[in-house]
């Protein structure tokens, strides 16, 4: 994994275009010293990665140098709020019932 940070900050001042630095930091939300230090090769804070990520509408593991395996899905899972309204045998039943479906979606999409 490396870092690539001067993409990030080459990625910037191409998606800001002619406007300057404190218009941009003002659209992201972040302070524009903050953002001239990450256009110039500086790591930036999480949040402020994060808040660039989101304006520039790309997945921060492309700046991480690491890839995102997107074909790998967290298993189905079902949560219920605990109330009294059903008994431990139907809301187990209910889960069986709601991971099965997702199962079977799951299993579909990837024919």
Known sequence: MSLQ???LGARIVEHRGPSGVRAAAAEIGVSSATLSRIENGHVPD???FAKICAWLGEDPAVFLGIEANRSVRPPPTVHMRKRNT?????ATALGAMIVAVQNAIIAREEL
């Open 5 to 7: 940070i001067q993409k």
């Open 46 to 48: 999480l949040g402020s």
């Open 86 to 90: 059903t008994s431990v045998d139907t």
